[in-house]
T-cell receptor
Framework: EAQVTQNPRYLITVTGKKLTVTCSQN?????MSWYRQDPGLGLRQIYY???????DKGDVPEGYKVSRKEKRNFPLILESPSPNQTSLYFC????????????FGPGTRLTVL | ELKVEQNPLFLSMQEGKNYTIYCNYS?????LYWYRQDPGKSLESLFV?????AVKQEGRLMASLDTKARLSTLHITAAVHDLSATYFC???????????????FGTGTRLTIIP
């Protein structure tokens, strides 16, 4: 089954404790992206990647890191999480030529205390 | 900075009625997308509109794009309860390396269809 998976689905952590949210897709997509969703703000793009080793900042990259060492994986790293990073995070993937047809993962709800 | 505005933000309508959701954006873009999100779920792609005058229809939903006015509409015909969801529009724009790989979403329209 074609899908984008994220882990964990739910996470409660404390300020400053490094964490990684994994994202994996099995559709051989070149393009992958991370978004955060907050009430009243819609989705905002954090980082995206056009292919292996090619990443770039979205609109809200501060406090986040990403890496793209393999085509299928695009982890989101929070080196020192803060409460303002409490949010619902979505990973998405698509073919480069069809960025509109993004497939979204199920979401990760992160709470930073 | 690209801004994408949707209105209304909340819409409650009766089954069988017609209504339109509007999506305005602030800078030139050639592509506009519509997504649907059910409560507690992820996003699902509905439409991609690639050029001025583009119109796409799926069931009771029809989306159109006017790039000169920087406006897209999502029209709902004879609404049914199953259409209750939050609808997002999104616009692409250039990144630093390649083509239009950045995506900016609107704030969403929460649609509730009342029996």
């Amino acid at each position: 089954e074609a899908q984008v998976t994220q882990n964990p689905r739910y996470l409660i952590t404390v300020t400053g404790k490094k964490l990684t949210v994994t994202c994996s897709q099995n559709m051989n997509h070149e393009y992958m992206s991370w978004y955060r969703q907050d009430p009243g703000l819609g989705l905002r793009q954090i980082y995206y990647s056009m292919n292996v080793e090619v990443t770039d900042k979205g609109d809200v990259p501060e406090g986040y890191k990403v890496s793209r060492k393999e085509k299928r994986n695009f982890p989101l790293i929070l080196e020192s999480p803060s409460p303002n990073q409490t949010s619902l995070y979505f990973c998405a993937s698509s073919l480069v030529d069809n960025i509109d047809e993004q497939f979204f993962g199920p979401g990760t709800r992160l709470t930073v205390l | 900075e690209l801004k994408v505005e949707q209105n209304p933000l909340f819409l409650s309508m009766q089954e069988g009625k017609n209504y339109t959701i509007y999506c305005n954006y602030s800078t030139t873009s050639d592509r506009l997308y519509w997504y649907r999100q059910d409560p507690g779920k992820s996003l699902e792609s509905l439409f991609v509109l690639l050029s001025n005058g583009a119109v796409k229809q799926e069931g009771r939903l029809m989306a159109s794009l006017d790039t000169k006015a920087r406006l897209s509409t999502l029209h709902i015909t004879a609404a049914v309860h199953d259409l209750s969801a939050t609808y997002f529009c999104a616009v692409d724009r250039k990144g630093s390396n390649f083509g239009n790989e950045k995506l900016t979403f609107g704030t969403g329209t929460r649609l509730t269809i009342i029996p």
